[in-house]
């Protein structure tokens, strides 16, 4: 168990929908970030939140979006969801161990769209 | 971003050391070398991290070579259960984004 959570587990939803994905960090940990990966495919990473504030990007799509509040829990939202946004969504936590910034992953939301 | 390269695939027997190869010509100064593990559906699992020479812990250890262009993670004994997706990923002294590739697929066996 890394001590980060995701909720929900498992979505099922219909395209041009919007869902919210959500994940808490670890204790202490300041950093999230929001990965998804397809079918066989590797992890994209898609961005980042320190302490509330954006971080990096990666190659996320316009109707994708997240945020960090202030007890550093974030949510991700995905809307006008299309099948190909069918995937696993995870989360990570990071915190900074003797000068390496390390990523603690969650245990993922498996979203299909329909 | 440091670009990494590994090996798509190996097979091993149960028992054997495998060894896995990463490339990373472009690595800067102050980046580390950390390899993550990931079986099917779940998050990935940090497994080590080093900088230079060698680092163990009670699962694998991490070679790195004095021109840190390449680190190769060694498995020792494994077993059927080591059967996952291994990556390599540079980078981690500063914030930013993290790039994975795309991993090697280690299958394990009896």
């Known amino acids: 168990d890394s001590g980060v959570t995701q909720t929900p587990k498992h979505l099922i939803t219909a395209t041009g929908q919007r869902v919210t994905l959500r994940c808490s960090p670890r204790s202490g940990d300041l950093s999230v970030y929001w990965y998804q990966q397809s079918l066989d495919q590797g992890l994209q990473f898609l961005i980042q939140?320190?302490?509330?504030?954006?971080?990096a990007k990666g190659n996320i799509l316009e109707r994708f979006s997240a945020q960090q509040f202030p007890d550093l829990h974030s949510e991700l939202n995905l809307s006008s969801l299309e099948l190909g946004d069918s995937a696993l969504y995870f989360c990570?936590?990071?915190?900074?161990?003797?000068?390496?910034?390390?990523?603690?992953f969650g245990p993922g939301t498996r979203l299909l769209v329909l | 971003l440091a670009k990494t390269t590994q090996p798509i695939s190996m097979d091993s027997y149960e028992g054997q050391e495998v060894n896995i190869t990463c490339s990373h010509n472009?690595?800067?100064?102050?980046?580390?070398i950390t390899w993550y593990q990931q079986f099917p559906s779940q998050g990935p699992r940090f497994i080590i991290q080093?900088?230079?020479t060698k680092v163990t812990n009670e699962v694998a250890s991490l070679f790195i070579p004095a021109d840190r262009k390449s680190s190769t993670l060694s498995l020792p004994r494994v077993s059927l259960s080591d059967t996952a997706v291994y990556y390599c990923l540079v980078g981690g002294d500063s914030w930013g984004k993290f790039q994975f590739g795309a991993g090697t697929q280690v299958v394990v066996t009896p």
């Open positions: 080093g900088y230079k």
């Open positions: 472009n690595i800067a100064t102050n980046d580390y």
């Open positions: 990570a936590s990071s915190a900074r161990v003797a000068g390496a910034v390390t990523q603690y």
């Open positions: 939140y320190y302490n509330g504030e954006e971080r």
